[in-house]
C-alpha cells in the first residue's frame, strides 16, 4: 500500500507541475523536458553522509517551469535540470519533498541557478514534518549567500521536508539542485510485512495490546530470535471481507495469545489460539479467581485510601474488596514465603455489612505450616460502615520471626455470615509485609457490579519453562472502566507453546494507591537484565498528576517473593513500593525498556513509549542506567490512523527486543476507535509495527 501511495504521490504532483506551466511561458532556460538523466548505481541510504533520495515533490501554490521527475532523480547531475518559479497564489513558494521513510537528515545542499535574468533565492526557511500532516519549523530565513550552501539540521527526524522563500512578483527564482545527507540516528521504516500479519480475515481478526516473548529460550533480549508467543487484551472474532474490510458475525473476548515461528516461511509463521466452549469464543484468562467475597482481598490494597499504611481508611464497598464466608468456625492462613519480623497486625473489621464482622478470633504462628504457636486470642468491634473506616485493631507482635500467621475465626456478630475487612502486617521500621493467603471457606460468587470484571494483560516474563504475566483487573466503573487491582499468572510453557489448561492467578501488592493521591501500577514493561546484572525490571507508572515512570526489580527466583521485591526511590531501592520515584514523564500504560548491547546507544536503555499515552506521538529516552537518569524524548514516528480511519487513536508504543536484532528494532503500537460502530472496520483495532534502523558511520 506504501508504494502504491508514493506512486500516486509522484503521478499527481507531477501532473500538478506540468499543468502549472503556462503555454506561453518565455523558454530562454532550459526546463529539462529533453534531457535525459543517465542512468547510475543509486547507492541506497544506510550510512552517514550517503544521499537521501527525494520520492515525490510537491508545489501547490507556484507556477513552476522545469522537468520535477528529472530533478528528484538519485542520478541527475547537479548542473542539469533546474526548477524555475516564476508565481505563486501566496507571498511565498513553497516546495515539500517527501521521502521512502523518515530520515535523520545530516544536511541540506542547496545549488543556485547561475544563468543572467534568474534571480537567486536569498533567504529560506525549513520546515519538516513525520507524516505529512504536521509540520516544525527548524530553520528561519537562512541566507543563501553562495551558489551552493550547506545548511546543517543535526539529525533532525523527517519524512518530509517543506521549503519557504518568498515569491516576489516579477521576479524568476532558480533552484538547480536540491540533495539532502544522512546523519547519524535511526531511520523509520513501516514494516508492512508485519502489519500485514496481524490483518486477518477469519478467526482471530485484530486484539488491543501486543506483548511478545521468546517461548524456545526466555530470554527476552536483543537479538534472541526464537519461537515467539504474543499475548493480547481484547480481542476480535470473526470473519473480514478483504475487499471491503467489513467484519461479519463479530464478537469480543478479552484475551488471547499467538505465535511466531521464525523457521518457517514469512507468510506461514504466524497463528493465534483462543478458547472455544459451546461453540463461541471465550478468554482464556479470566478474572474468577479475583471476584467474589475471597480472602485474597484481604491483603492486597484494594479499598483502601492508601494501601500499604495502617493510616489507609476502608470503603464500604464491598465489590471485591473484603472476604466472607457463611461457615463458622474458619481460619485464614497467611504465608509470608520466608520467614520475616512481623512487627504489628492491623485489621478492619467488614465495613459493608458490619453485623457480618468478626468478633473473636485467635492468632497463631507458624515456621513450616505444620507446627504452630498460639500468639493470643482477641476480641473486634463492629465496624462503622461509614465510608473511610479506620484500623479496628491493632495488635503489637513486637518483632516476632514466623512465615506463617493463621486467624481462626471464633465467632462472628451474625450466627450464620462472618466477614472481615483487611489485614496489614508491617515489618521492620514499619516495612510493610506481603503474602498469599487462603481460607478454609470464602463466598466466591460475584457481586453484579464484578460480571463486568475481566483481564487486560500488560508485560510479563519466561522464567524456566513457566510464563509469568501482570494482568489488570478491569471493572466498568461510572460509565466507563477502572484498574481495580494488578494480579499475577503463571502458566508453563511446553515445547514453544503456552499450556493454557494450567493456568494459576496469584494476588499481587503492586498497584498502590499513595499517601499522595497518586497510584501506581507495575506490569507495564518488563526488561530481562539476568544476563547483565542477574534482575529482572519491572516498569510501571504512577498517575496523577502526569503519567511517571517507575520501576522495580527482583532475581527471577523471587517473582512471587514479593517482600524481596525492591523499588527504586531515586537515590536506593526501597522495600517500600510507594516510594518509587518517578523517573520520566509523559508514559504510555504499555511500553519497554531494552539494554541496547552495541551501536549508537551501546551499554544504554532505551525507553520507548507513546508520549502523552494517545497523542500518536512514538518516541525514545535514553537511560543511563536501567532506572535513569533519562534523557528528553526524541520523537521518531508520528501516526495517521486519525486521518482515514473513522474516529481512530493510537497509543501504547513499545519495542519488541526478541524480535529484533542489533541496530533494527521492531516497534509495535495499537489502533482502537472512540465509535463502537467503527469496530466494524477491520483496519481499526490490529497491531501496527515501524523498523526503526541504526544509521552507522561509513567504514
Given at each position: 500500500?506504501?508504494?502504491?501511495?508514493?506512486?500516486v504521490?509522484?503521478?499527481?504532483?507531477?501532473?500538478?507541475?506540468?499543468?502549472?506551466?503556462?503555454?506561453?511561458?518565455?523558454?530562454?532556460?532550459?526546463?529539462?523536458?529533453?534531457?535525459?538523466?543517465?542512468?547510475?548505481?543509486?547507492?541506497?541510504?544506510?550510512?552517514?553522509?550517503?544521499?537521501?533520495h527525494?520520492?515525490?515533490?510537491?508545489?501547490?501554490?507556484?507556477?513552476?517551469?522545469?522537468?520535477?521527475?528529472?530533478?528528484?532523480?538519485?542520478?541527475?547531475?547537479?548542473?542539469?535540470?533546474?526548477?524555475?518559479?516564476?508565481?505563486?497564489?501566496?507571498?511565498?513558494?513553497?516546495?515539500?519533498?517527501?521521502?521512502?521513510?523518515?530520515?535523520?537528515?545530516?544536511?541540506?545542499?542547496?545549488?543556485?541557478?547561475?544563468?543572467?535574468?534568474?534571480?537567486?533565492?536569498?533567504?529560506?526557511?525549513?520546515?519538516?514534518?513525520?507524516?505529512?500532516?504536521?509540520?516544525?519549523?527548524?530553520?528561519?530565513?537562512?541566507?543563501?549567500?553562495?551558489?551552493?550552501?550547506?545548511?546543517?539540521?543535526?539529525g533532525?527526524?523527517?519524512?518530509?521536508?517543506?521549503?519557504?522563500?518568498?515569491?516576489?512578483?516579477?521576479?524568476?527564482?532558480?533552484?538547480?539542485?536540491?540533495?539532502?545527507?544522512?546523519?547519524?540516528?535511526?531511520?523509520?521504516?513501516?514494516?508492512?510485512?508485519?502489519?500485514?500479519?496481524?490483518?486477518?480475515?477469519?478467526?482471530?481478526?485484530?486484539?488491543?495490546?501486543?506483548?511478545?516473548?521468546?517461548?524456545?529460550?526466555?530470554?527476552?533480549?536483543?537479538?534472541?530470535?526464537?519461537?515467539?508467543?504474543?499475548?493480547?487484551?481484547?480481542?476480535?472474532?470473526?470473519?473480514?471481507?478483504?475487499?471491503?474490510?467489513?467484519?461479519?458475525?463479530?464478537?469480543?473476548?478479552?484475551?488471547?495469545?499467538?505465535?511466531?515461528?521464525?523457521?518457517?516461511?514469512?507468510?506461514?509463521?504466524?497463528?493465534?489460539?483462543y478458547?472455544?466452549?459451546?461453540?463461541?469464543?471465550?478468554?482464556?484468562?479470566?478474572?474468577?479467581?479475583?471476584?467474589g467475597?475471597?480472602?485474597?482481598?484481604?491483603?492486597?490494597?484494594?479499598?483502601?485510601?492508601?494501601?500499604?499504611?495502617?493510616?489507609?481508611?476502608?470503603?464500604?464497598?464491598?465489590?471485591?474488596?473484603?472476604?466472607?464466608?457463611?461457615?463458622?468456625?474458619?481460619?485464614?492462613?497467611?504465608?509470608?514465603?520466608?520467614?520475616?519480623?512481623?512487627?504489628?497486625?492491623?485489621?478492619?473489621?467488614?465495613?459493608?455489612?458490619?453485623?457480618?464482622?468478626?468478633?473473636?478470633?485467635?492468632?497463631?504462628?507458624?515456621?513450616?505450616?505444620?507446627?504452630?504457636?498460639?500468639v493470643?486470642?482477641?476480641?473486634?468491634?463492629?465496624?462503622?460502615?461509614?465510608?473511610?473506616?479506620?484500623?479496628?485493631?491493632?495488635?503489637?507482635?513486637?518483632?516476632?520471626?514466623?512465615?506463617?500467621?493463621?486467624?481462626?475465626?471464633?465467632?462472628?456478630?451474625?450466627?450464620?455470615?462472618v466477614?472481615?475487612?483487611?489485614?496489614?502486617?508491617?515489618?521492620?521500621?514499619?516495612?510493610?509485609?506481603?503474602?498469599?493467603?487462603?481460607?478454609?471457606?470464602?463466598?466466591?460468587?460475584?457481586?453484579?457490579?464484578?460480571?463486568?470484571?475481566?483481564?487486560?494483560?500488560?508485560d510479563?516474563?519466561?522464567?524456566?519453562?513457566?510464563?509469568?504475566?501482570?494482568?489488570?483487573?478491569?471493572?466498568?466503573?461510572e460509565?466507563f472502566?477502572?484498574?481495580?487491582?494488578?494480579?499475577?499468572?503463571?502458566?508453563?510453557?511446553?515445547?514453544?507453546?503456552?499450556?493454557?489448561?494450567?493456568?494459576?492467578?496469584?494476588?499481587?501488592?503492586?498497584?498502590?494507591?499513595?499517601?499522595?493521591?497518586?497510584?501506581?501500577?507495575?506490569?507495564?514493561?518488563?526488561?530481562?537484565?539476568?544476563?547483565?546484572?542477574?534482575?529482572?525490571?519491572?516498569?510501571?507508572?504512577?498517575?496523577?498528576?502526569?503519567?511517571?515512570?517507575?520501576?522495580?526489580?527482583?532475581?527471577?527466583?523471587?517473582?512471587?517473593?514479593?517482600?524481596?521485591?525492591?523499588y527504586?526511590?531515586?537515590?536506593?531501592?526501597?522495600?517500600?513500593?510507594?516510594?518509587?520515584?518517578?523517573?520520566?514523564?509523559?508514559?504510555?500504560?504499555?511500553?519497554?525498556?531494552?539494554?541496547?548491547?552495541?551501536?549508537?546507544?551501546?551499554?544504554?536503555?532505551?525507553?520507548?513509549?507513546?508520549?502523552?499515552?494517545?497523542?500518536?506521538?512514538?518516541?525514545?529516552?535514553?537511560?543511563?542506567?536501567?532506572?535513569?537518569?533519562?534523557?528528553?524524548?526524541?520523537?521518531?514516528?508520528q501516526?495517521?490512523?486519525h486521518?482515514?480511519?473513522?474516529?481512530?487513536?493510537?497509543?501504547?508504543?513499545?519495542?519488541?527486543?526478541?524480535?529484533?536484532?542489533?541496530?533494527?528494532?521492531?516497534i509495535?503500537?495499537?489502533?482502537?476507535?472512540?465509535?463502537?460502530?467503527?469496530?466494524?472496520?477491520?483496519?481499526?483495532?490490529?497491531?501496527?509495527?515501524?523498523?526503526?534502523?541504526?544509521?552507522?558511520?561509513?567504514?
Amino acid at each position: 500500500m506504501k508504494k502504491v501511495w508514493i506512486l500516486v504521490f509522484l503521478m499527481s504532483t507531477m501532473l500538478m507541475a506540468s499543468c502549472t506551466r503556462p503555454d506561453d511561458q518565455d523558454d530562454d532556460h532550459d526546463n529539462g523536458d529533453d534531457i535525459t538523466i543517465p542512468t547510475c548505481d543509486v547507492v541506497v541510504p544506510e550510512t552517514v553522509g550517503d544521499m537521501i533520495h527525494v520520492m515525490a515533490v510537491s508545489l501547490p501554490h507556484s507556477t513552476v517551469t522545469g522537468n520535477i521527475d528529472n530533478f528528484i532523480n538519485p542520478c541527475k547531475p547537479v548542473d542539469v535540470n533546474p526548477l524555475f518559479f516564476t508565481h505563486s497564489t501566496l507571498r511565498t513558494h513553497q516546495v515539500t519533498m517527501a521521502f521512502d521513510h523518515i530520515h535523520p537528515i545530516q544536511s541540506v545542499r542547496w545549488t543556485h541557478v547561475m544563468e543572467d535574468g534568474i534571480d537567486t533565492v536569498a533567504s529560506v526557511s525549513i520546515d519538516v514534518s513525520l507524516n505529512g500532516f504536521s509540520y516544525q519549523r527548524v530553520i528561519q530565513g537562512h541566507a543563501l549567500t553562495e551558489s551552493l550552501t550547506t545548511i546543517a539540521l543535526g539529525g533532525t527526524m523527517a519524512k518530509y521536508v517543506r521549503f519557504v522563500f518568498a515569491a516576489d512578483e516579477g521576479k524568476t527564482y532558480g533552484i538547480q539542485d536540491i540533495r539532502f545527507t544522512l546523519d547519524r540516528g535511526y531511520m523509520i521504516k513501516e514494516d508492512v510485512g508485519w502489519t500485514q500479519a496481524f490483518y486477518r480475515t477469519s478467526g482471530w481478526t485484530g486484539a488491543d495490546g501486543i506483548f511478545s516473548y521468546n517461548l524456545s529460550s526466555g530470554s527476552r533480549t536483543i537479538g534472541a530470535i526464537g519461537k515467539t508467543g504474543f499475548v493480547f487484551s481484547d480481542t476480535i472474532i470473526g470473519q473480514v471481507n478483504p475487499e471491503t474490510h467489513q467484519r461479519s458475525n463479530w464478537s469480543i473476548i478479552n484475551n488471547t495469545v499467538g505465535y511466531y515461528d521464525p523457521a518457517l516461511p514469512f507468510d506461514d509463521a504466524f497463528s493465534f489460539d483462543y478458547v472455544i466452549e459451546n461453540n463461541r469464543a471465550v478468554s482464556m484468562f479470566v478474572p474468577d479467581a479475583y471476584t467474589g467475597k475471597r480472602a485474597r482481598h484481604l491483603l492486597d490494597g484494594d479499598g483502601l485510601s492508601i494501601s500499604h499504611a495502617k493510616e489507609g481508611l476502608l470503603t464500604n464497598s464491598g465489590d471485591g474488596t473484603m472476604w466472607r464466608s457463611n461457615v463458622l468456625p474458619n481460619a485464614l492462613t497467611i504465608d509470608l514465603k520466608t520467614e520475616e519480623a512481623v512487627h504489628h497486625l492491623y485489621l478492619w473489621n467488614d465495613n459493608e455489612v458490619p453485623t457480618y464482622g468478626v468478633k473473636t478470633f485467635s492468632l497463631s504462628i507458624s515456621s513450616d505450616g505444620d507446627t504452630w504457636d498460639l500468639v493470643g486470642t482477641y476480641g473486634l468491634d463492629q465496624a462503622s460502615g461509614n465510608p473511610g473506616e479506620p484500623y479496628t485493631l491493632a495488635l503489637d507482635l513486637d518483632g516476632i520471626s514466623t512465615r506463617y500467621l493463621k486467624l481462626d475465626i471464633l465467632e462472628g456478630f451474625d450466627e450464620h455470615m462472618v466477614g472481615l475487612g483487611k489485614l496489614m502486617m508491617t515489618g521492620d521500621a514499619g516495612r510493610y509485609l506481603f503474602g498469599s493467603i487462603e481460607a478454609n471457606h470464602e463466598l466466591t460468587t460475584p457481586t453484579s457490579h464484578e460480571r463486568t470484571s475481566r483481564l487486560w494483560l500488560q508485560d510479563g516474563i519466561v522464567i524456566g519453562d513457566t510464563f509469568y504475566n501482570f494482568p489488570l483487573l478491569v471493572k466498568d466503573f461510572e460509565g466507563f472502566f477502572k484498574v481495580f487491582s494488578v494480579g499475577l499468572i503463571s502458566m508453563p510453557v511446553i515445547d514453544g507453546t503456552f499450556d493454557r489448561n494450567n493456568i494459576t492467578y496469584h494476588s499481587t501488592p503492586l498497584q498502590v494507591t499513595a499517601a499522595d493521591g497518586g497510584i501506581l501500577y507495575f506490569g507495564a514493561g518488563v526488561m530481562d537484565h539476568r544476563d547483565i546484572d542477574g534482575y529482572l525490571y519491572v516498569y510501571g507508572y504512577k498517575d496523577g498528576p502526569g503519567r511517571h515512570l517507575v520501576v522495580a526489580r527482583f532475581l527471577p527466583e523471587d517473582i512471587m517473593h514479593f517482600n524481596r521485591w525492591r523499588y527504586y526511590d531515586g537515590q536506593d531501592w526501597s522495600v517500600n513500593a510507594e516510594h518509587a520515584a518517578p523517573l520520566i514523564d509523559k508514559v504510555s500504560p504499555e511500553l519497554s525498556v531494552t539494554y541496547i548491547p552495541e551501536g549508537l546507544h551501546a551499554g544504554k536503555f532505551m525507553l520507548v513509549v507513546m508520549e502523552g499515552t494517545v497523542t500518536g506521538r512514538i518516541a525514545y529516552a535514553i537511560g543511563e542506567t536501567p532506572y535513569g537518569p533519562f534523557s528528553d524524548y526524541t520523537l521518531i514516528y508520528q501516526t495517521t490512523e486519525h486521518t482515514y480511519l473513522r474516529d481512530a487513536f493510537t497509543y501504547n508504543a513499545k519495542l519488541h527486543a526478541n524480535v529484533s536484532t542489533p541496530g533494527n528494532y521492531l516497534i509495535s503500537y495499537n489502533v482502537n476507535t472512540t465509535t463502537f460502530g467503527a469496530l466494524g472496520d477491520a483496519r481499526i483495532y490490529h497491531p501496527r509495527f515501524i523498523r526503526m534502523i541504526e544509521v552507522k558511520e561509513k567504514e
